[in-house]
């Protein structure tokens, strides 16, 4: 299955409003790409969906997934740089209160110094998935770019909410 297929999979399981501000955050040909395989998915029976979500999110198929070409950790590692930088209590300060998911996702993509703390804001029950599945670069990167945008100004730390 290719990634374009998992992530319309993946997203087709959230709420309407959070898939909406995901797509927002990628370039237009991305929203393209993806949003035409995601009408696809949403035209599937919802079981469907659920079974195959579940085949592309499940340990089984995340463990046989191969690790990510070194052209996209090469790609995705100066924003990781300039991230990791940031103060761990300015990291609190944005990841408090915002969507678990959202918050796992970030965790997924790099072993940041600071994760412990930031793995204390989400709830119990979500502690075992927090290991979650690695998700498209482009997905990465636009969630790498948006956090790097609201650390680097000064206004209130709202945009991740």
Same mark, same amino acid.
């Given at each position: 299955m290719n990634s374009v297929r998992s992530v319309a999979l993946l997203l087709a399981q959230l709420h309407a409003g959070d898939r909406r501000w995901l797509l927002s955050q990628l370039d237009p040909a991305q929203q393209q790409r993806i949003g035409s395989e995601l009408q696809a998915v949403l035209r599937l029976p919802r079981a469907t969906r659920r079974r195959? @979500? %579940?085949?592309?999110?499940s340990p089984t198929a995340l463990a046989e997934?191969? %690790? @990510?070409?070194?052209e996209e950790v090469?790609? !995705?590692q100066p924003l990781i740089d300039r991230i990791d930088r940031a103060d761990e209590s300015r990291m609190m300060a944005l990841w408090q209160?915002? @969507?678990?998911?959202? !918050?796992?996702?970030f965790l997924a993509v790099h072993p940041w110094r600071y994760s412990a703390a930031l793995r204390s804001l989400?709830?119990?029950s979500r502690m075992a998935a927090? @290991?979650?599945g690695q998700r498209p670069l482009l997905v990465r990167r636009r969630l790498l770019e948006s956090v790097l945008a609201v650390l680097e100004r000064e206004a209130? !730390?709202?945009a991740l909410r």
């Open positions: 195959e @979500a %579940a085949r592309v999110s997934r191969k %690790a @990510a070409p070194s090469h790609e !995705l209160g915002s @969507a678990p998911w959202l !918050l796992q996702a989400l709830p119990t927090s @290991a979650g209130p !730390l709202e």
